[in-house]
C-alpha cells in the first residue's frame, strides 16, 4: 500500500505562507494591561500637553508635555511617548521602551530625567513592563516636538515647574 505525501506538502506550503507574526505582537488583554497601568501611574500628568495648564489636550495624549520641570540638573520636558516615528517612540522597540522604563536610559545612551520614576518602575513584572510598551507601541502616532533637555543655567523659552530643595 502506497501513502501520499502530497498533503504534508500542502500543509507545509500553506504554512509558509501565512504571515509571520511579529515578536512585538500583542493581544487585547496585553495591551488593556497596559493602558491600566500607564493610567494607574500618572503617566499622562507628565507626558500630555495641556495637563499642567489645566487644559488637557487628549487629542494628543501622551504626545509630550508643553511645561518642562526645572530641577537642579536642569530643565527637562515629559517626551512624546506615541509611535511617532520623528518625535516619538516610533523608532524604538519593545525591548528599548522596557529597558528605559526600567534603567532610565534610552536606545541613544541617555539617561532619563531624575525626575522619572524609572527606579520604582524597575520594580515591574516582565509582564508588565511588557504591557506597558505595548500599550504604547499601540497608540495613534502625536507629531509633537517637546524642547531637548536644558543644562541649569540655561533659560528655557516654555512654561516650567521649579522644583525648589527646602
Not at 50 to 64: E, I, N, Q
Amino acid at each position: 500500500m502506497r501513502t501520499s505525501c502530497s498533503g504534508f506538502w500542502y500543509l507545509l506550503l500553506a504554512c509558509l505562507c501565512l504571515p509571520v507574526a511579529s515578536t512585538e505582537a500583542a493581544d487585547g488583554a496585553t495591551v488593556a494591561r497596559g493602558k491600566y497601568l500607564v493610567q494607574l501611574g500618572g503617566c499622562s500628568d507628565c507626558h500630555t500637553p495641556g495637563y499642567f495648564l489645566g487644559k488637557v489636550d487628549m487629542s494628543r495624549y501622551l504626545g509630550g508635555s508643553d511645561v518642562g520641570f526645572r530641577i537642579p540638573p536642569g530643565t527637562f520636558v515629559g517626551p512624546n511617548l506615541t509611535p511617532d516615528k520623528e518625535t516619538g517612540l516610533g523608532k524604538w522597540s519593545v525591548g528599548d521602551i522596557i529597558t528605559a522604563i526600567r534603567t532610565g536610559v534610552t536606545p541613544e545612551g541617555r539617561t532619563l530625567a531624575e525626575i522619572m520614576p524609572w527606579r520604582d518602575l524597575a520594580h515591574l513584572t516582565d509582564a508588565d513592563a511588557r504591557s506597558i510598551a505595548l500599550y504604547l507601541k499601540s497608540l495613534p502616532p502625536v507629531s509633537h516636538t517637546v524642547p531637548e533637555p536644558l543644562g541649569p543655567n540655561d533659560k528655557p523659552s516654555f512654561p516650567v515647574l521649579t522644583v525648589v530643595a527646602p
